[in-house]
C-alpha cells in the first residue's frame, strides 16, 4: 500500500513510495492522531526573472496530546463520509472503535 497525496490546488501528486522523509512510513487509522498540513511556498523567481511555483510540503501535525511511545497515524481517507463508496481493495487493521473495514 502507498499512499498519494494530492494538494489542494491539483498541480501535483506527491508519491513517497521511493523517495521522502521518514513521515512517509505513517500508517493509517480510522481515528487518527495525526492530520495533514500543505504548506505552500510563495513563487520563486528563476534566474530569467520568471516566476515559478514551488511544489507544496506536507507536514503532520498532532490533533491531540500523544503520549510518548505512541504510534502516530493518519488517515488516508481524511475526506470519507457515509456515502464514501470504499473499493475495498485494502483492508483497515487498525483495530479503533470507530473502525471502518477497509482503509480503501
Known sequence: LYYL???????????????????????HSCSPNC??????????L???GVAKLSPPRVV???TMDVPKGEELTID?????TEDTVLQKQVKCQCYSDKCRGWVL
Open 5 to 27: 497525496f494530492e494538494p489542494s490546488h491539483n498541480s501535483f501528486i506527491i508519491d513517497a513510495t521511493f523517495l521522502g522523509g521518514v513521515a512517509r512510513f505513517i500508517n
Open 35 to 44: 492530520k495533514s498540513k500543505e504548506i505552500v511556498q510563495p513563487e520563486i
Open 46 to 48: 528563476n534566474l530569467t
Open 60 to 62: 503532520y501535525v498532532t
Open 76 to 80: 488516508y481517507m481524511p475526506n470519507y
